[in-house]
């Protein structure tokens, strides 16, 4: 992606969440209103930055984002039930495999994620829901499984995932999250590309 298209999508994605057919969640037939940017990891830091003018933008019309990392959440919550030293202590002597089973089941999506980020947006008033930091919780926490989670948490307000990868749509595949473009994260059908919506 040159400088240029990132420029490009950066208006693209400032004019489709400023629109009143975004926050209103309009054109959607019943469907949830969770979007995906899909973008190539190699670009995650312009992207990161794309991301903060975009939300500086959107603050200046009085429309604010309420931005939640996943990498941070899981920190915070693994902190706030009292599990985090022992992640640390028995990480080295893991294999991989152990370690992931076990962050997996200390961060459930549905058990832990789920109502964390309920508390989360439940903090004063916001517009948009910004999903962020899905690339640094891999493999422990799929993306499917938190946007399966968090069709009754999000609700009212239209929610964007940065995605570092490939949404990948097919009338007779379905369509599948390909994280870091290579790994595919299983069938997720539900989101639309932020990128081929109309402003």
Do not use: C
Not at 62 to 90: A, C, F, M, P, T
Not at 164 to 172: F, I, K, L
């Amino acid at each position: 992606m040159t400088p240029h298209e990132l420029s490009r999508q950066e208006e693209h994605l400032f004019a489709v969440l400023s629109g009143d057919r975004f926050l209103k969640m309009e054109g959607l037939s019943n469907e949830v209103p969770f979007f995906i940017y899909p973008y190539a990891p190699e670009h995650a830091l312009d992207v990161a930055k794309a991301k903060k003018r975009v939300k500086n933008r959107l603050a200046g019309k009085g429309i604010e984002v309420r931005e939640i990392n996943l990498y941070d959440l899981s920190i915070d919550v693994l902190k706030q039930r009292g599990d985090w030293d022992e992640v640390l202590e028995v990480e080295p002597e893991l294999d991989k495999a152990e370690f992931t089973e076990m962050l997996q089941s200390m961060l459930n999506p549905q058990q832990h994620l789920a109502p964390a980020i309920r508390d989360q947006l439940a903090e004063g008033e916001f517009d948009i829901v910004f999903l962020t930091g899905i690339g640094e919780v891999f493999p422990y926490i799929r993306s499917h499984n938190v946007l399966n989670n968090l069709q009754s948490v999000v609700v009212g307000r239209p929610m964007l995932m940065f995605f570092p990868g490939r949404y990948e749509q097919s009338d007779t595949l379905g369509s599948s999250l390909v994280l870091f473009g290579r790994l595919k994260d299983d069938q997720y059908y539900r989101a639309k590309n932020i990128l081929e919506q109309e402003p």
